[in-house]
């Protein structure tokens, strides 16, 4: 089936997220790809769907990627318009000059994604837009030793922080606008795994949604791509 390979890359890399995402069932049905995911160190489980009815070359089944940095590797040396095809053992990816055949894994050695025992409220809304994004990339890589982001939200104002602390430290803090029914105190999320979500995404608006039990729950959505992200809080020192 022939598709087009940088739509295949951005399915992939809404589910990746820089190599924090490895092993992965990848589903399909009448006319999507998807797939559920948790990062390696469990602090963050979601989901991606790519629609497109050309992208269903193995309908009605399941298939395991079990190394994708490696399918990454050999995906980059196609040209832009690939066939692709699966059977029970390889997924087999083709252009005009070059193919190449990819094992596949066996499903039981995919890591289970968690499932929620119930669906929290979220009582604030940020928009994510390419200024949200382009702020926060760049704020995160001038303290890129600093792994956490903090959001706090009061009737006068809300903010995000890089190097959030009770103690003197290097930080950056600017003003955002949040939806809210009620004050989110201090609450702290990896900004690596939400760096990678939003270079994944960078095209395409989003919202992010904060519960006062400690998750934020990442939402995009286009004609191509709908993917969604549970991220958990972090403890910090101090706290």
């Known amino acids: 089936m022939g598709i087009k390979k940088s739509e295949l890359l951005g399915f992939i890399s809404r589910y ?3 190599g924090n995402v490895e092993s992965v ?7 999507s790809l998807s797939t559920d995911f948790v990062s390696t160190d469990k602090t963050l489980k979601g989901s991606t769907q790519y629609t497109n009815p050309s992208a269903v070359f193995f309908s009605g089944k399941e298939i395991g990627i079990y190394q994708t940095s490696q399918l990454v590797r050999m995906l980059s040396i196609m040209d832009e ?10 997924l087999l990816i083709s252009d ?10 066996d499903l039981d050695v995919i890591p289970k994604v968690p499932s929620l025992k119930m669906t929290p409220s979220f009582t604030a809304t940020i928009k994510i837009d390419s200024n949200f994004i382009d702020r926060f990339i760049k704020s995160h890589g001038a303290l890129p030793d600093n792994d956490f982001f903090t959001i706090e939200s009061d009737p006068i104002s809300s903010t995000i922080t890089f190097g959030y602390a009770h103690t003197n430290t290097n930080r950056i803090s600017y003003n955002i606008e949040v939806e809210s ?6 609450i702290h999320f990896s ?3 939400m760096r990678e979500i939003l270079v994944a995404n960078k095209n ?15 939402k995009f959505n286009n004609t191509l791509y709908k993917s969604q992200y549970l991220l958990v809080n972090k403890q910090i020192d101090g706290e």
Do not use: C, H, M
């Not at 069932?25 to 006319?31: F, L």
């Not at 318009?81 to 390889?90: F, K, V």
């Not at 005009?96 to 894994?105: D, G």
């Not at 029914?181 to 201090?186: F, G, H, T, V």
């Open 25 to 31: 069932k990848w589903k399909s049905d009448a006319d």
């Open 181 to 186: 029914a009620e004050d989110i105190q201090a």
């Open 204 to 218: 395409t608006e989003g919202t992010l949604e904060i519960s006062p039990v400690g998750l934020a729950r990442v």
């Open 191 to 193: 900004s690596n795994l």
């Open 96 to 105: 005009k000059y070059t193919n190449f055949s990819f094992v596949l894994a």
């Open 16 to 18: 990746s997220l820089g």
């Open 81 to 90: 318009d690939i066939n692709s095809t699966a059977n029970d053992t390889s």
